[in-house]
């Protein structure tokens, strides 16, 4: 017995040093932007420099707030703005920041209610539920000279490569749509689960536009079959993908307690977001 049972230690110690070796030879998973619950985490462990900054808005009377996430390379770095969902800048567009500068890029996160909140504060002086009725109210023009704004700051950057694109979710992903629509000069777009400009502004986007709808988002993505076809007969570089089973949100919203279908859309979608910017900003 005892001779059978050294055996079967053995036998297992190797099965196990066997499965070592595959993991070690396996490719890392690619990391995503965290689940809402996990962002302020993955905020405090980041190895990455994250700072807020002043930002310039010729239209505004005081400096708006942004969050700016460095990556770790020696050669310049595309710069991407992060426009939040109508919940503010909250941490998780924060944390996102973080994730697109470990994917390589300056990711600047502009808080648009500046100044909107009591004693002129912004996002941090508002809930989840009243920032919304803040953002909603911001008007499109606005948006635009502050987008422009921050993405003339990231420009001047002396890390920055001189290309930049935008990301966008729900409230942000429409904006992400409309600032290639109004930003001639800008290199990409990523839109997530955002609605288009009207079609007399889609005419004028030039920057190849990649975006990403859930399946059971029945209000956004009924606007992807109509968009599509507009932009094929302008001509222009619109990639839309519905992810099957998922929900509005679903980038924030892939937790174990969430819609099962969004973990597996966040995962298919961050990656060629990343490939995405990549091209498109070289």
Request: aromatic content about 8%; some cysteine; proline content about 7%.
């Amino acid at each position: 017995m005892k001779r059978v049972l050294i055996s079967s230690l053995a036998v297992c110690g190797l099965a196990m040093a066997a499965y070592l070796v595959r993991a070690a030879d396996a490719p890392a998973p690619a990391s995503i932007p965290p689940a809402e619950a996990d962002a302020k985490a993955r905020l405090e462990k980041s190895p990455r420099h994250g700072e807020w900054v002043d930002i310039k808005v010729p239209s505004m009377d005081k400096p708006m707030k942004a969050y700016v996430v460095y990556p770790e390379r020696k050669d310049k770095a595309p710069v991407v703005v992060v426009i939040m969902e109508i919940y503010g800048l909250s941490d998780w567009i924060r944390a996102t920041c973080d994730q697109l500068a470990a994917d390589g890029f300056i990711a600047i996160g502009p808080d648009f209610v500046t100044g909107k909140g009591p004693n002129g504060a912004g996002s941090e002086a508002f809930t989840k539920d009243t920032v919304t009725r803040v953002v909603s109210g911001i008007p499109a023009a606005e948006v635009i000279a502050d987008l422009n704004a921050t993405r003339d700051y990231g420009l001047k950057l002396p890390s920055a490569s001189g290309k930049s694109a935008t990301v966008g979710f729900c409230w942000g992903g429409g904006m992400s749509f409309a600032y290639a629509a109004a930003q001639p000069d800008l290199n990409a777009a990523v839109v997530f689960y955002g609605t288009p400009p009207a079609d007399e502004k889609l005419a004028l986007v030039k920057a190849p536009v990649l975006g990403f709808y859930g399946g059971n988002d029945a209000r956004v993505t009924a606007t992807v079959a109509g968009t599509t076809a507009t932009m094929k007969k302008l001509a222009k570089d619109y990639d839309p993908h519905v992810m099957d089973g998922a929900g509005h949100g679903f980038m924030r919203a892939h937790a174990p307690t969430d819609l099962p279908a969004n973990s597996k859309a966040a995962e298919e979608a961050w990656p060629q977001v990343i490939k995405f910017l990549t091209d498109k900003t070289k």
